[in-house]
């Protein structure tokens, strides 16, 4: 990714973590999948890139279930 997007990309996530706080990564995919459906365009790119930015910051876990990462701690050693 070039590195002017990701560096609008964070600028974005800043922007959107200040106006939506907790919402705002939920803002950015649901931005990055307006575009047709299977299109991977700039902008899909660049709002990917927004939600991936705002992950970090917030030290989300991108691709992790709610019920893995919630009782992750629940799971029992299956050895035992």
Same mark, same amino acid.
């Given at each position: 990714?070039? /590195?002017?997007?990701r560096r609008e990309a964070r600028t974005? #996530? @800043?922007?959107? &973590? $200040?106006?939506?706080g907790p919402l705002a990564y939920r803002?950015?995919?649901?931005? $990055? +999948?307006? !575009?047709?459906?299977? #299109? +991977? !365009?700039?902008?899909?790119?660049? /709002?990917?890139?927004?939600?991936?930015?705002? #992950? =970090? %910051?917030?030290? +989300?876990? &991108?691709?992790? @279930? !709610?019920?893995? +990462? /919630?009782?992750?701690? =629940? %799971?029992? =050693?299956? @050895?035992?």
């Open positions: 990714m070039p /590195w002017r997007l974005k #996530a @800043s922007d959107l &973590i $200040a106006a939506y803002v950015a995919r649901e931005e $990055a +999948r307006k !575009g047709p459906r299977g #299109a +991977r !365009g700039r902008r899909d790119q660049f /709002w990917t890139a927004v939600a991936i930015a705002i #992950a =970090d %910051v917030e030290g +989300r876990e &991108i691709g992790v @279930s !709610g019920a893995d +990462r /919630w009782h992750a701690s =629940d %799971v029992r =050693d299956p @050895s035992v």
